[in-house]
């Protein structure tokens, strides 16, 4: 895993909470029903049902287990705890790029990513590069179709 810590907001926790509670609970109970109705089928060295259940099983464990890690190793952060106006875990930043193009992004957990919907990951290439910054900044980042200029617009 990486070094970086994991920040997030505590309703971000209260979520990952909810999910694994759910996996743990009624998903195994799923798994464990559809693994017995297709043992009852006969043969498990031809049974793909069999197989399928098991191999599902074994994904569910897998994301129970990464849950698990992640809330035991979660920082809870309060939303917008930058200091002097300058970019941190929770803060609005809009920016322009080198077209002009203005975005506008806030910094969240992992788990509450989705750039589409405009919530940008603290371990983003992008957000590691804003965070610390203020407005008036220009930062370079580099991105899979090249590196791209962000001007820092303001700061909530």
Excluded: C
């Excluded at 798994?31 to 197989?51: C, F, M, P, Q, V």
């Excluded at 939303?79 to 969240?108: L, Y």
Aim: proline content about 3%; charged content about 30%; hydrophobic content about 35%.
């Amino acid at each position: 895993m990486s070094d970086a810590p994991n920040l997030i907001t505590q309703e971000g926790l209260e979520s990952l909470r909810a999910e694994l509670e759910a996996l743990e609970g009624e998903g195994r109970r799923e798994i464990a029903e559809r693994i017995k109705t297709a043992r009852e089928w006969g043969d498990l060295k031809e049974n793909s049902e069999y197989h399928d259940a098991k191999n599902d099983q074994a994904h569910l464990e897998t994301k129970i287990a990464r849950l698990r890690e992640k809330i035991s190793t979660a920082v809870v952060v309060e939303e917008g705890e930058a200091a002097d106006g300058a970019v941190g875990f929770g803060s609005t930043v809009v920016v322009s790029d080198q077209n002009g193009a203005k975005r506008t992004w806030t910094i969240v957990s992992s788990h509450d990513a989705s750039p589409a919907e405009g919530r940008l990951s603290a371990e983003s290439p992008v957000a590691r590069a804003l965070v610390g910054r203020r407005p008036g900044d220009e930062v370079t980042v580099a991105l899979p179709r090249g590196e791209s200029v962000l001007s820092i617009v303001s700061v909530d």
